[in-house]
């Protein structure tokens, strides 16, 4: 038996609806309807509707009902995919889409599949309400009574406090803190300052302002419910704008910095990316907009770690899987034409290129980083965001015309990290 050998993978292209905001434009649609409408906007432009056109869907949601179980088959299923598509969910937190990128790229990789779709959706509008656990209890132990009177006695212990449901929290289980608290303590322990914070957020908005109207987005954004541009989008944002809000993390500490506006919105929507091997490509005729050459995944102690010293904060995993790829690769941060570091805070973001440069990475130039805008200017709809990235970067290196390379940096709740490099001739 032979071995397959290692082939090339390309990024032929992405395609995504615009993010809205959680009880927006899109508070009555599913995960499967935001994942569907990505995917035929995928199917249309590079028809992908006939048999075995696609190997294989991989896709997640972070924010899941239990209908969702099998959201990746469904979405085919309901798309206009050849019915006879495998698929399956995989799910990371924040770096669901990356991964489900990376899953496929090893499978077109190793011959496995000449072409697959991956990306991912998210809701915050429809989050899955849970059923107070204690009612949940009596509930199984009225099924499991097994005369009428015991199932009576078990129901007799449901009590008002009980109908109250089980909404879910922004929080670490381990540590009982949000996101947002565990961000402020790293921004406090690499000392990100409130006005660096604003900055990097209003470029955000004023980059992706700039690629909109440019038409950068023309053949990766299809249009949805209403909505043709991102509603979290603010064209007019300006640090002294933002400088007016209030902060809302880490007000338990002195001189809190993080706010509303440096901050990423509880955001819904959906965004897929295609891969597949130069073959597949050249038969098709496609001209692949970048190639993938390497990733890297971490994760980091934050809860017995250095999390003081910030060097193990819920979101610096990333500032730990770089340096190991890079190393892997050859490569320093001077060595990349783009940097897009998925900005769940700008405090996150300001850390982690800190954490870089201590550790003797150099400097990324600001004219290099998040060149279209990225998550807080988009929103950032959590299982979306990697194939976003994926695919904006894709198309910012096919519009240079000359070769070039990328790097990904996304972190994740539960203390990790998904990082990826993309590579163009």
Wanted: with cysteine; proline share 5%; hydrophobic share 45%.
């Amino acid at each position: 038996m032979s071995l397959p050998s290692v082939r090339r993978v390309a990024v032929i292209g992405g395609s995504r609806i615009p993010f809205a905001r959680a009880d927006g434009p899109y508070a009555t649609a599913s995960n499967q309807d935001m994942l569907t409408a990505a995917v035929d906007g995928l199917a249309a432009r590079y028809s992908l509707q006939g048999e075995g056109a696609v190997g294989e869907l991989v896709a997640g949601a972070v924010l899941k009902h239990s209908r969702d179980f099998n959201l990746a088959r469904e979405v085919v299923l309901g798309s206009t995919l050849d019915a006879r598509t495998p698929a399956y969910d995989l799910q990371q937190a924040c770096g669901t889409g990356l991964q489900a990128v990376v899953a496929v790229a090893n499978k077109v990789m190793l011959g496995q599949l000449e072409s697959g779709i991956a990306g991912g959706a998210d809701t915050a509008s429809d989050a899955p309400l849970g059923v107070n656990d204690e009612l949940r209890r009596i509930l199984l132990a009225t099924r499991r009574a097994k005369t009428l009177g015991g199932r009576l006695r078990a129901l007799g212990r449901v009590r008002p406090r009980h109908l109250v449901p089980d909404i879910p929290r922004n929080a670490e289980p381990r540590t009982g803190l949000s996101m947002g608290e565990h961000a402020a303590v790293t921004a406090r322990a690499w000392g990100i300052t409130r006005e660096a914070q604003d900055e990097l957020a209003a470029a955000s908005h004023q980059r992706l302002a700039a690629a909109y109207e440019r038409g950068f987005f023309g053949d990766l954004v299809v249009p949805f419910r209403g909505l043709a541009r991102d509603q979290n989008l603010r064209p007019g944002s300006t640090v002294e704008k933002l400088a007016r809000l209030e902060p809302v993390f880490g007000l338990d500490g002195p001189n809190p910095t993080m706010t509303a506006g440096n901050s990423t919105p509880l955001t819904d929507g959906a965004a897929v990316a295609l891969l597949a091997s130069e073959e597949w490509a050249e038969r098709r005729h496609l001209e692949p907009l970048a190639h993938l050459v390497a990733c890297e995944t971490a994760a980091v102690d934050f809860v017995r770690g250095d999390v003081a010293g910030g060097e193990d904060g819920l979101l610096m995993a990333p500032a730990h899987a770089v340096p190991r790829m890079l190393e892997r690769a050859g490569l320093g941060l001077g060595d990349f034409d783009f940097v897009e570091v998925h900005e769940a805070f700008a405090s996150q973001v300001l850390a982690t290129l800190a954490a870089w440069e201590k550790r003797g990475l150099g400097t990324v130039p600001r004219e290099r980083l998040n060149v279209a805008g990225s998550s807080l200017g988009t929103g950032h709809p959590f299982a979306a965001t990697g194939a976003r990235i994926v695919a904006t970067l894709a198309r910012l290196l096919a519009e240079r015309g000359r070769p070039g390379r990328g790097l990904i940096s996304i972190c994740a709740a539960g203390g990790q990290g998904v990082t990826a490099i993309l590579e163009r001739d």
